[in-house]
């Protein structure tokens, strides 16, 4: 299994910036990506910005060009760079990693337990 812990979160005002930090433990060999995803009230979850399988990034079009993901492997850490962050993107923030059980073949989905951003004046 694969075990998550993000931090980071907090209160920003808009226009302001904030880093969220994920470390991944546990079975963390078995890891294939790794994202970022955010929850607001009443809302679904939705993907923010991850890793894609053959290295690329997907980015929500809703943070292209204010988020950037980045990971420190040697840390086993993923992080999220938020800049220029608007009151839309009050959320919870998980952490997430698709993984493979090398003993079967099946992949699963690790989450974190999520960080709240809340961007407000």
């Known amino acids: 299994q694969v075990h998550l812990v993000e931090s980071g979160g907090g209160l920003v005002q808009p226009g302001g910036s904030l880093r969220l930090s994920c470390a991944a433990s546990g079975s963390i060999f078995s890891i294939i990506t790794m994202g970022w995803y955010r929850q607001a009230p009443g809302k679904e979850r939705e993907l923010v910005a991850a890793f894609t399988f053959g290295g690329t990034i997907n980015y929500a079009d809703s943070v292209k060009g204010r988020f950037t993901i980045s990971r420190d492997n040697a840390q086993n850490t993923v992080y999220l760079q938020m800049n220029s962050l608007k009151p839309e993107d009050t959320a919870v923030y998980y952490c997430?990693?698709?993984?493979?059980?090398?003993?079967?073949?099946?992949?699963?989905?690790?989450w974190g337990q999520g960080t709240q951003v809340t961007v407000s004046s």
């Open positions: 997430k990693t698709r993984s493979m059980r090398l003993t079967n073949g099946v992949y699963y989905d690790s």
